[in-house]
């Protein structure tokens, strides 16, 4: 079982409209989750971190925990085609030395 | 502010020649390091990390090493490079302690061994 998945996608939506990004983990003692964005070709670029259960909004982004339900999600709202990227979820387990990655969700939004 | 380099940007490299790829951080101490590697149209697998001069820690058994010659420089080297070694490679920092540890990436280099 990997230790971070994501739906690989891509995931297409209109521009303006809400994009639904999931995640889940395995390490139940993980602590402290992430979501980056990378361009094609480009580094990846933090977006938002997230510790506790809930949500926590940034401007267009709101990320979403669920720690029960090992779960974590990432919300943008107004989507416009420079969010266009691959999202990677990152989760730092119970070794917090060490950050886990997922596969990514590639995101297309069309004007 | 803290910033990360890595180089060389791009490299084309023949298989069974050696690699060296260089990495330093500047505006933060003792950070812990990372070499990722990301294989086209995949996730980001991590090969080492470390968490002090000298410290290397292995996640995946394979012909490349890491070493930490300073607290802020990290290399990513290999004898003899395979066709399978090729790939997007990313050393990043983070800071250290519980809590509040966010992982930066460098720039990447993009390895083709032929």
């Known amino acids: 079982q990997k230790e971070v998945e994501q739906n690989s996608g891509p995931l297409s939506v209109p521009e303006g409209a809400i994009a639904s990004l999931n995640c889940t983990y395995s390490d139940r003692g993980s602590q402290s989750f992430f979501w980056y964005r990378q361009y094609s070709g480009k580094s990846p670029e933090l977006i938002m971190s997230?510790?506790?259960?809930g949500d926590k909004e940034d401007g267009r982004f709101t990320a979403q925990l669920n720690k029960a339900s090992q779960y974590v999600s990432l919300l943008i709202r107004d989507s416009q085609p420079s969010d266009s990227a691959t999202y990677l979820c990152a989760v730092n387990g119970n070794n917090f030395n060490k950050f886990y990655f997922g596969s990514g969700t590639k995101l297309n939004v069309k004007p | 502010s803290q910033t990360i380099h890595q180089w060389p940007a791009t490299l084309v490299q023949p298989v069974g020649s050696p690699l060296s790829l260089e990495c330093t951080v500047e505006g933060t101490s003792n950070p812990n390091l990372y070499w990722y590697r990301q294989a086209a149209g995949r996730g980001l697998q991590l090969l080492f990390y470390s968490v002090g001069i000298g410290q290397i820690s292995s996640e995946v058994p394979q012909n490349l090493s890491a070493s930490r010659p300073q607290d802020r420089q990290f290399i990513l080297s290999s004898k003899k490079l395979l066709l399978s070694d090729s790939g997007f490679y990313l050393c990043a920092w983070a800071g250290t302690g519980f809590g509040g540890n966010t992982i930066y990436f460098g720039e990447g280099s993009w390895l083709t061994v032929v």
């Open positions: 997230i510790y506790s259960n």
